[in-house]
């Protein structure tokens, strides 16, 4: 009966770095996004998977930023070349398609990574 | 301007009393409501959801949608401690699985 999974549950890493953040979704659960909340900012949305349809990827504020989900299920998020603006909690969140009465996306989150960019 | 506005600032009440919260939005496509909760180093969890204008009810939560207006509010009364966190309103419409969140609002609840 897990939930989502992340980790590291926290990343200290340089300027210039990369680094990648995994998710584990809930078993069966065919949707998948990722979050990034910084202080004050809310969630913003990064990128949404559906099944085995192509990701939108709206989100991504530059293209140092990638994600992929293996075989519909786990997912990692690349942040490439750190910068400091880039410290924040990333979430991540799935959602199941037999969800909430006619809203399938009732999203359960996990705990998220705190990064930090030194 | 932004899809959602939530005022984040903190608001901190004695034990008992009634919070309210409030969200308003600018996209008439939105159909249905929604109130997270974040508890501190967590990630958000679903509180209350609702698809119509009018009050939800559930325990001491009242959920309160004006579609006219387009404003959502959230009631607790008989605040507790254990209902100190972050509330964050959220909005989606059918047939696109994207939420829309406010910024949240840091909840305090002194005993």
């Known amino acids: 009966g897990a939930g989502v999974s992340q980790s590291p549950s926290n990343k200290v890493t340089e300027k210039g770095k990369d680094v990648e953040l995994r998710c584990d979704p809930i078993?069966?659960?065919?949707?998948l996004y990722w979050y990034r909340q910084s202080l004050g900012q809310g969630l913003e949305f990064l990128i949404y998977?559906?099944?085995?349809?192509?990701?939108?990827k709206s989100g991504l504020p530059s293209d140092r930023f990638s994600a992929e989900r293996t075989g519909g299920s786990v997912s990692t998020l690349t942040i490439q070349r750190t910068q400091q603006e880039d410290s924040a909690v990333y979430l991540c969140?799935?959602?199941?398609?037999?969800?909430?009465?006619?809203?399938?996306?009732?999203?359960?989150f996990g705990p998220g990574t705190r990064l930090t960019v030194l | 301007q932004k899809e959602v506005e939530q005022d984040p600032g903190p608001l901190s009440v004695p034990e008992g009393a009634i919070v309210s919260l409030n969200c308003t939005y600018s996209?008439?496509?939105?159909?249905?409501f929604m109130w997270y909760r974040q508890y501190s180093r967590k990630g958000p969890e679903l509180l209350m959801y609702?698809?119509?204008?009018g009050n939800k009810e559930d325990g001491r939560f009242t959920a309160q949608v004006d579609k006219s207006s387009k404003y959502i509010s959230l009631f607790i009364r008989d605040s507790q401690p254990s209902d100190s966190a972050t509330y964050l309103c959220?909005?989606?419409?059918?047939?696109?699985?994207?939420?829309?969140f406010g910024k949240g609002n840091q909840v305090v609840v002194i005993p």
């Open positions: 996209n008439s496509a939105f159909q249905y």
């Open positions: 959220a909005w989606g419409y059918y047939g696109n699985n994207r939420l829309a």
């Open positions: 998977f559906q099944g085995n349809s192509a990701p939108d």
């Open positions: 078993s069966g659960h065919t949707a």
């Open positions: 609702t698809y119509s204008s």
């Open positions: 969140a799935s959602s199941s398609p037999r969800g909430l009465a006619g809203v399938n996306n009732e999203q359960f």
